[in-house]
């Protein structure tokens, strides 16, 4: 899937919000019409990441700080977003915890480069209430590179009230 070869065969609106490399927050704007605002959720310290984070979260040098928000426009929530970073480059790059990640990394005009390492279809209550949807949703994980070393790693859920905007999904 993640060639773009899969057996399920992604709308080509679906492939460049999953697949693509541009920012979400900035694909979110330009879909809704609508400034993207963060809902912070939790910024805390995470000792060793859970048994559910992605692989390459390993590869950060601890200690960690686990980021987590909803993203939501016009009052509509979209997605949710979960970073992890180490808490150095944490400190250096999130200043305003309340502001898109994309801008907070591109504020100095640094070059990135944005690596999707894996699509998911999940399935949660709790994303099920926010969403006012049923599951399942799709979800990637990527990892921002500054200068050949990971700066962070991002996984991101995302609502199908995107479909009025991309048109239908396969969730199966």
Not at 49 to 56: F, G, Q, R, S, Y
Not at 73 to 100: D, F, G, I, R, V
Not at 145 to 160: D, G, H, N, W, Y
Request: aromatic content about 10%; charged content about 25%.
């Amino acid at each position: 899937m993640l060639s773009g070869n899969g057996p399920q065969k992604l709308p080509g609106p679906w492939q460049i919000m999953l697949l693509g490399d541009g920012s979400p927050t900035r694909h979110l704007h330009l879909l809704t019409g609508h400034e993207v605002e963060v809902k912070l959720i939790a910024m805390q310290s995470e000792k060793t990441p859970t048994k559910e984070a992605p692989a390459e979260v390993k590869e950060l040098n601890p200690p960690l700080l686990r980021r987590q928000v909803w993203l939501t426009c016009n009052s509509q929530t979209l997605a949710w977003a979960e970073s992890w970073w180490n808490y150095q480059e944490a400190q250096l790059h999130l200043a305003n915890k309340e502001q898109p990640i994309w801008k907070s990394l591109t504020q100095g005009r640094s070059e990135l480069f944005r690596e999707v390492d894996g699509l998911a279809l999940v399935k949660a209550n709790w994303l099920e209430s926010e969403f006012g949807r049923q599951g399942p949703f799709w979800s990637r994980h990527y990892r921002f590179f500054r200068q050949e070393r990971e700066l962070t790693v991002i996984r991101e859920v995302f609502s199908p009230k995107l479909e009025q905007w991309l048109g239908p999904a396969p969730r199966s």
